[in-house]
């Protein structure tokens, strides 16, 4: 069984500490009057040189406020300095939402790639099935987390979500068109029937997983293989919606038919990580004694695969988005390169060139600090890639990785330490009676 060591636990309350101090901190410094953001603006100074030209190119499709700019007079001031507001104030609610979000997906990557596991009956992986039902518990606060996020954005206190604002809506006719799908009560609904499916699949399944352990049959075990088989149908449909409904649609002028299996690439990845660092701890530790080199080298493998599958699949939606030049698509690409040019082009060093790179070769998969070393670069790659599918929509030009965005990443990722270390003292982390725990045990590649 494992024992929560004292050390994390403090480390973990810590982080969370810091980060609660960080967002306030955020909260408290944003601007509440027109007057208090150019005078924020203006302490920074021109900040990203030529990209306001480029942001105010295309402030309607962009910032998807959707509201008709004026290139002359009085009114396009006004506008400009309303929209500037919103974006100061969206920067810590942005913050906030993207290491929220981030880490949720973290759990739920883990949770695929284990009904995965469970549906293929694989034989190398039982042994980590403790592990991953330990990193999916995070699930129900993370994912209470953020839909109170996205609740609190239906409650206006926020502008996270332009469409979800009736007198943008009225001045735009692209919002009304998809006003059957984009309103505010049946967002929230779709929300709550995604959280609710994926936390009783893993609850549900963590049961029988521990019943299958004082079980005299496999009847648990098969029980568990058909659950998880039909979950994976629920999965792929939900994840392809959620994505839709949490990300793509800050920006709702765009829209792009590979999204969802993009976000879904990039948590499968970023969970797939985590598993292996947990397990390289674990093992660091001496609570997982079966596990040997070959079940990291897989986890390497996979960590390796899914991030030249994530290219893929950046590289086929950027490169037929240029190709085609239609304006209404080419605009996410044009202010993120415009404005967002660093973190958007350094989280593809990170998310591909890095980890091809480094897990190339067979032996380093099989080192455990390289593994470490591999999956953090990847996960803070990943950050930055929720960070420019959220940020050049809520705040535009007007980013910069400062305090809201680090006290946000260290209070999550706190919380998620604290809950995954605390789920994984309920339970033995290696099962008893799964059929395939031998082959698990004497896995060899």
């Known amino acids: 069984m494992y024992k929560f060591s ?19 901190i955020g909260f408290i410094s944003a601007p509440s009057t027109v007057e208090e953001a150019k005078a924020i603006v203006a302490s920074h100074g021109d900040g990203h040189g030529d990209a306001h030209g480029a942001a105010d190119a295309h402030e309607v499709a962009a910032s998807g406020h959707g509201e008709a700019v004026e290139s002359h007079g009085e009114a396009h001031d006004s506008s400009h300095d309303e929209h500037l507001l919103h974006q100061l104030q969206n920067k810590p609610w942005a913050a906030l939402y993207v290491a929220a979000f981030f880490f949720f997906m973290i759990a739920l990557g883990v949770l695929a790639f284990y009904a995965i596991q469970r549906a293929a009956q694989a034989g190398w992986s039982p042994l980590l099935f403790r592990v991953m039902e330990g990193i999916t518990a995070y699930l129900v606060p993370g994912g209470v987390i953020v839909f109170v ?27 009304q068109g998809k006003a059957g799908y984009l309103n505010p009560t049946f967002f929230l609904i779709r929300a709550a029937i995604f959280l609710a499916g994926w936390i009783f699949y893993r609850e549900y399944s963590r049961k029988l997983s521990l019943r299958q352990d004082e079980s005299d049959d496999n009847s648990n075990f098969k029980l568990n293989f058909r659950w998880s088989a039909g979950f994976l149908v629920f999965y792929l449909v939900s994840e392809s919606i959620m994505s839709w409904d949490w990300i793509m649609s800050v920006d709702p002028h765009w829209f792009s038919t590979l999204f969802g299996w993009y976000v879904f690439a990039s948590m499968f990845v970023s969970g797939i990580t985590v598993i292996a660092m947990v397990t390289v701890y674990l093992k660091s ?11 990291i080298h897989d986890l390497a493998k996979f960590m390796f695969g899914i991030s030249i599958f994530w290219t893929y699949l950046w590289f086929s939606q950027f490169m037929l988005i240029w190709y085609s030049n239609i304006p209404e698509e080419v605009t996410y690409y044009v202010t993120r390169i415009a404005d967002y040019r660093l973190p958007f082009f350094g989280m593809i060093v990170m998310n591909f060139l890095f980890p091809v790179l480094l897990l190339m070769n067979s032996d380093f998969k099989r080192m455990n600090w390289f593994v470490i ?8 790659g990943h950050y930055m890639d929720i960070f420019n599918m959220i940020m050049p ?11 809201p965005e680090i006290g946000a990443v260290l209070f999550f990722a ?22 395939f725990i031998e082959e698990s045990r004497h896995f060899h590649y």
């Open 6 to 24: 004292n050390k994390l636990k403090i480390g973990s309350f810590i982080l969370m500490a810091l980060g609660i101090l960080g967002i306030a």
């Open 149 to 175: 996020i996205l609740l609190l954005s239906v409650l206006h206190m926020n502008h996270l979500f332009v469409w979800m604002d009736a007198d943008v809506v009225a001045h735009d006719k692209l919002l």
């Open 285 to 295: 530790r001496g609570y997982l004694p079966d596990v040997n080199n070959s079940h």
């Open 373 to 380: 070393l591999t999956g953090i670069v990847i996960l803070a």
């Open 393 to 403: 929509s809520t705040v535009g030009d007007q980013w910069f990785i400062g305090i």
């Open 414 to 435: 706190g919380l998620f330490i604290f809950w995954i270390f605390r789920a994984l003292t309920t339970a033995p982390l290696q099962p008893k009676r799964n059929p």
